[in-house]
């Protein structure tokens, strides 16, 4: 695929689990006018993940995939990675992130609306569709 590198956070409870995701492809289209829909942003990020199959599921950076409902019933989430669209599910941010989970409360504005305004880079995931053919996820942020 690519040589980029995203950081995907998955929120459950009050803690936010990071996934450093290597030799993707992020593709960054800049909005001009404004949102017509959904979050009142333009901008938006699609992201080609390639998975490897496995026994337990499809591995991607590192860590198993697990569809939402699954991975936030896991006894140990940071062991998986999931895809949740939806408001405050999960986050997408251009680049390397510590890979150690965040709280939500650290941040009086919150996590999401922190990595929101500090700086271009922070995308809440809009959608995801996995393909099987060539094996990777199609995830869009906006």
Do not use: C
Not at 55 to 84: H, L, M, N
Request: aromatic share 10%; net charge negative; glycine share 12%.
């Amino acid at each position: 695929m690519a040589g980029d590198t995203v950081t995907v956070y998955n929120r459950l409870g009050d803690s936010w689990y990071p996934t450093v995701l290597r030799q993707v492809h992020a593709r960054l289209r800049r909005g001009a006018g404004p949102a017509a829909i959904g979050t009142g942003r333009e901008d938006e990020l699609t992201v080609l993940v390639p998975f490897v199959p496995g026994p337990e599921g499809p591995s991607v950076g590192g860590r198993i995939y697990r569809p939402p409902k699954a991975w936030q019933a896991a006894a140990d989430p940071e062991r998986y990675v999931t895809f949740d669209p939806g408001p405050a599910g999960t986050v997408l941010v251009l680049g390397e992130r510590e890979d150690v989970p965040v709280g939500e409360k650290d941040w009086p504005e919150g996590f999401y609306a922190h990595m929101d305004r500090s700086g271009d880079g922070a995308f809440a995931l809009t959608a995801a569709a996995r393909y099987e053919a060539l094996p990777h996820f199609e995830l869009t942020g906006r």
